[in-house]
């Protein structure tokens, strides 16, 4: 059994030798936690940096060996949020700066340590739902108000987010946010304005899928399932 949320508490269980953040960093941390088949606390890491972050949703993952996925918001710029080896690089290694920007990560579903983590999109991104497939690709979902600040390359794939498709084909179902989008009558920045974004990682933490979904007006995204 396994639980995600955020906690605000610097006197909190953080428990197991091999756990990723043994204390919380910032105003709020996410923590993920598992329970044991006899509901006793197995382990439980705060995960997090020096400004708040919080912790949404999670899925397991079998495919990749006993892996636990989860996502969130951060308002953080620290590194210590981003990679670890075997793996190279993260998705996103820069940071929108002060601004909430999705935060993705895999951890051991055993002891709490972690394989990789990224950000994910620039000012106001929100990463609210998660889930995955039989082959090990996980799938986001959310809402984001990036028109403007970041923009980040495809792996595998042609394009930036959020329009990124496959080689050769236009998969992506919308790729032009409505606050740059010259047919919707929208002013930038003078209210949130979000479109749901739809996104897809392989197990290397590489981003192989986007599109966002939405017309001119606030659209928002809440869970996936694949």
Same mark, same amino acid.
């Given at each position: 059994?396994?639980?995600?949320?955020?906690?605000? /508490?610097?006197? *909190?269980?953080?428990? $197991?030798?091999?756990?990723?953040?043994?204390?919380?960093? $910032?105003?709020?941390?996410?923590? @993920?936690?598992? !329970?044991?088949?006899?509901?006793? =606390?197995?382990?439980?890491?705060? #995960?997090?940096?020096?400004?708040?972050?919080?912790?949404?949703?999670?899925? *397991?993952?079998?495919?990749?060996?006993?892996?636990?996925? &989860?996502?969130?918001?951060?308002?953080?710029?620290?590194?210590?949020?981003?990679? +670890?080896?075997?793996?190279? %690089? %993260?998705?996103?290694?820069?940071?929108?700066?002060?601004?909430?920007?999705? &935060?993705?990560?895999? &951890?051991?579903?055993?002891?709490?340590?972690?394989?990789?983590?990224? !950000? !994910?999109?620039? #000012?106001?991104?929100?990463?609210?739902?998660?889930?995955?497939? /039989?082959?090990?690709?996980?799938?986001?979902? $959310?809402?984001?108000?990036?028109?403007?600040?970041?923009?980040? %390359?495809?792996?595998?794939?042609?394009?930036?987010?959020? $329009?990124?498709? &496959?080689?050769?084909?236009?998969?992506?179902?919308?790729?032009?946010?409505? =606050? %740059?989008?010259?047919?919707?009558?929208?002013?930038?920045?003078?209210?949130?304005?979000?479109? @749901?974004?739809?996104?897809? !990682?392989?197990? @290397?933490?590489? =981003?192989?899928?986007?599109?966002? =979904?939405?017309?001119?007006?606030? +659209?928002? @995204? *809440?869970?996936?399932?694949?």
């Amino acid at each position: 059994t396994y639980v995600i949320g955020e906690t605000k /508490s610097t006197v *909190y269980p953080a428990l $197991g030798a091999n756990i990723f953040q043994t204390t919380n960093k $910032g105003n709020f941390d996410a923590f @993920a936690a598992q !329970f044991d088949q006899s509901y006793a =606390l197995k382990w439980l890491t705060f #995960y997090g940096g020096s400004e708040d972050d919080f912790g949404i949703s999670l899925v *397991y993952d079998d495919y990749n060996g006993d892996k636990l996925y &989860l996502c969130g918001i951060s308002n953080s710029t620290n590194p210590s949020l981003l990679n +670890d080896a075997p793996f190279a %690089s %993260s998705y996103q290694e820069v940071s929108s700066g002060f601004s909430r920007k999705g &935060l993705l990560a895999r &951890l051991n579903a055993n002891n709490g340590s972690r394989d990789w983590g990224t !950000f !994910f999109g620039g #000012y106001y991104t929100v990463i609210t739902g998660i889930s995955n497939d /039989s082959f090990g690709n996980i799938f986001i979902t $959310g809402h984001t108000e990036n028109a403007f600040d970041y923009v980040q %390359s495809c792996s595998g794939s042609v394009g930036t987010f959020p $329009g990124c498709n &496959l080689p050769g084909t236009t998969d992506y179902f919308k790729n032009i946010h409505s =606050l %740059s989008n010259s047919s919707c009558s929208v002013t930038p920045f003078s209210f949130f304005n979000y479109d @749901a974004f739809i996104a897809r !990682f392989n197990n @290397a933490c590489e =981003l192989t899928y986007s599109s966002l =979904l939405g017309g001119c007006d606030n +659209d928002q @995204a *809440y869970d996936i399932v694949v």
